[in-house]
Structure formats: C-alpha cells, structure tokens
T-cell receptor
Framework: AQSVTQLGSHVSVSEGALVLLRCNYSSSVPPYLFWYVQYPNQGLQLLLKYTTGATLVKGINGFEAEFKKSETSFHLTKPSAHMSDAAEYFCAVSYDQGAQKLVFGQGTRLTINP | DTAVSQTPKYLVTQMGNDKSIKCEQNLGHDTMYWYKQDSKKFLKIMFSYNNKELIINETVPNRFSPKSPDKAHLNLHINSLELGDSAVYFC????????????FGQGTRLTVV
C-alpha cells in the first residue's frame, strides 16, 4: 500500500535561509509524487509534481524537489525563504484506482522568521 | 472565475441534523472528489466520481452520501451529523489520469455542536 511520511510537522527558518521539507514515500509501483501548498483558510494548490523523466522537478514560487528512487524520497527545497512562503505543505503519492487517489503525508507547517 | 467552488464555506449545525455541501467545477474535468481534512490537518480521500459514476468509495460511514447530477457537480450529503464529523471538507477535480494536477475548492469548514 502507498504511504507518505513527512519528517517534521513544523519547520521554522529565517527569511532568506534555505527551506528543506522532507518527504519519504512507500509505493509498490513507480510513484507519481506531488507537493501541494495550503495557505490559511484556502484549498490546496499544486507546487510541483514528478511523473517520469527528469528527477529534479521545478515548481512555482522558486521551489524544487528531487525524486530519489534509492532513498524513496521527494524532498522539497527553496534556496531562499520569503515571508510569503509561510503555509502548510503536503507531500502526496498518487496511484490509479480507476480514478486518481492521492495519499497525503501529515503535512509540514512552514514558519518564516523575519 | 473560480475553477472549483464549494458552498457553503462555513457550516455550523447541531448533532443529528442533515446537511449538504455543494461543489461545482468549470474546468471540464470528468473526475471529481471529496477529501476530508481533520483537526490535525490530515487529508484523506472519501469519494471519487468519474462522469457521474462512483469510482472510489473509501471506508466512510454510510451517513455520507455523494451525489453527482452531472460531471460538473458533486454534492455531499451527510445524515445524522455527529461531533466527529467536524472537519474541513474539500472538493477537487482532475482529468482522468493518476499523474495529473488536482484542483481543490476552498473547503467547507463543518462544525457540529
């Protein structure tokens, strides 16, 4: 069965510092991997996704993630944090059950310190 | 022009009542979903419909009944509401592929008192 683990329910960084949000997955088939962001009182918005091909994926707002099959990881990074990055971030694995079934990690709340 | 819209945004109701949440998407997608986000922010799929046909039905109490009058609408009806039903419910839609982006509504915060 597919599952996703996000290490750290809360990450706090200073403005301008590197952001690293960790995600490990378990999947019996080649995974489709996603990062979604949720701002307060909003729905989820796609940051980036990995399906096939290049393992380094670039997304919106300067975020990127690298798919590492050997480590079953899909960590999210951003070189320089901005105050507007403060939000909840969700890693998810998707598989086909007749329709897309997203299995989410528990989320990581990112706080940016001025 | 909102892609996936849910109504209402907030819903406060007493235990035992029956309530509905409506969802509409204007993206032309064939597949729609309901996800539940609990108080710890954990998100879990409840249902999925493809072109009005139920595809995914997770282990959800049968007090929850989705209805899809057409492929652009997926409503969620909840009977005999319980305190534990308090959560944020998100509607989403996708093209019919497991590697595609899901578009989420803004959520409906349901509080059962």
């Amino acid at each position: 069965a597919q599952s996703v683990t996000q290490l750290g329910s809360h990450v706090s960084v200073s403005e301008g510092a590197l952001v690293l949000l960790r995600c490990n997955y378990s999947s019996s088939v080649p995974p489709y991997l996603f990062w979604y962001v949720q701002y307060p009182n909003q729905g989820l918005q796609l940051l980036l996704k990995y399906t096939t091909g290049a393992t380094l994926v670039k997304g919106i707002n300067g975020f990127e993630a690298e798919f590492k099959k050997s480590e079953t990881s899909f960590h999210l990074t951003k070189p320089s944090a901005h105050m507007s990055d403060a939000a909840e971030y969700f890693c998810a694995v998707s598989y086909d059950q007749g329709a897309q079934k997203l299995v989410f990690g528990q989320g990581t709340r990112l706080t940016i310190n001025p | 022009d909102t892609a996936v819209s849910q109504t209402p945004k907030y819903l406060v109701t007493q235990m035992g009542n029956d309530k509905s949440i409506k969802c509409e998407q204007n993206l032309g997608h064939d597949t729609m979903y309901w996800y539940k986000q609990d108080s710890k922010k954990f998100l879990k799929i409840m249902f999925s419909y493809n072109n009005k046909e139920l595809i995914i039905n997770e282990t959800v109490p049968n007090r929850f009944s989705p209805k899809s009058p057409d492929k652009a609408h997926l409503n969620l009806h909840i009977n005999s509401l319980e305190l534990g039903d308090s959560a944020v419910y998100f509607c989403a839609s996708t093209m019919n592929s497991p590697n595609t982006e899901a578009f989420f509504g803004q959520g409906t915060r349901l509080t059962v008192v």
